[in-house]
T-cell receptor, first 116, second 114 residues
Framework: KAGVTQTPRYLIKTRGQQVTLSCSPI?????VSWYQQTPGQGLQFLFE???????NKGNFPGRFSGRQFSNSRSEMNVSTLELGDSALYLC???????????????FGPGTRLTVL | AQSVTQLDSHVSVSEGTPVLLRCNYS??????LFWYVQHPNKGLQLLLK??????LVKGINGFEAEFKKSETSFHLTKPSAHMSDAAEYFC????????????FGTGTRLQVTL
């Protein structure tokens, strides 16, 4: 079974631009979560989607948004990019991620975003 | 709120010697805890998880961790380090009621020397 895939793997943008990152979960997984990894802040939860609905959200500004499609694939969008948005963005998928059952999250290789 | 504290930012061991990576957790409820590993320029790989079953959890590549409620600890160990174990290790807790929202520790970089 194929793992979580993320595209593109590397991206360079300039301040003020917007960017869209894509994540394809493991087949059969319905929950997709996004995380930001930076040297200063470490790994931080952005949001989680399940059945095309945002179910959980971290403490990030509204410039960070996402969506999930009917096939569970997810996209993350960052508008009006800032230098501080430079990071590794990781996507993780799990079967359902119900509150009472902490399904294992499987991570993709990440998208390295550099903002100049 | 639930959190994890990784007590060492960097650990260096010789190949063939034991590995101990320390993690303490803070939780109002019985937590679910994980250890993930990240090799350079790679995503995160699950090593093992604890979800209130056996307190001694065995993972991949010879790693194991013991959940100790009295000490609020979940330390990761391996009897004999291998060069390929050199990586960053993250202790992770799941927030109660939000099973998909992982809270990560700050990470421990494991260096393995000859």
């Amino acid at each position: 079974k194929a793992g979580v895939t993320q595209t593109p793997r590397y991206l360079i943008k300039t301040r003020g631009q917007q960017v869209t990152l894509s994540c394809s979960p493991i087949s059969g997984h319905r929950s997709v979560s996004w995380y930001q990894q930076t040297p200063g802040q470490g790994l931080q939860f952005l949001f989680e989607y399940f059945s095309e609905t945002q179910r959980n959200k971290g403490n990030f500004p509204g410039r960070f948004s996402g969506r999930q499609f009917s096939n569970s694939r997810s996209e993350m969008n960052v508008s009006t990019l800032e230098l501080g948005d430079s990071a590794l963005y990781l996507c993780a998928s799990s079967l359902e991620g119900r509150d009472s059952v902490p399904d294992t999250q499987y991570f993709g290789p990440g998208t390295r975003l550099t903002v100049l | 709120a639930q959190s994890v504290t990784q007590l060492d930012s960097h650990v260096s061991v010789s190949e063939g010697t034991p590995v101990l990576l320390r993690c303490n957790y803070s939780s109002s409820y019985s937590p679910s805890l994980f250890w993930y590993v990240q090799h350079p320029n790679k995503g995160l790989q699950l090593l093992l998880k604890y979800t209130s079953a056996a307190t001694l959890v065995k993972g991949i590549n010879g790693f194991e961790a013991e959940f100790k409620k009295s000490e609020t600890s979940f330390h990761l160990t391996k009897p004999s380090a291998h060069m390929s174990d050199a990586a960053e290790y993250f202790c992770v807790v799941i927030h109660t009621g939000t099973a998909s929202k992982l809270t990560f520790g700050t990470g421990t970089r494991l260096q393995v020397t000859l």
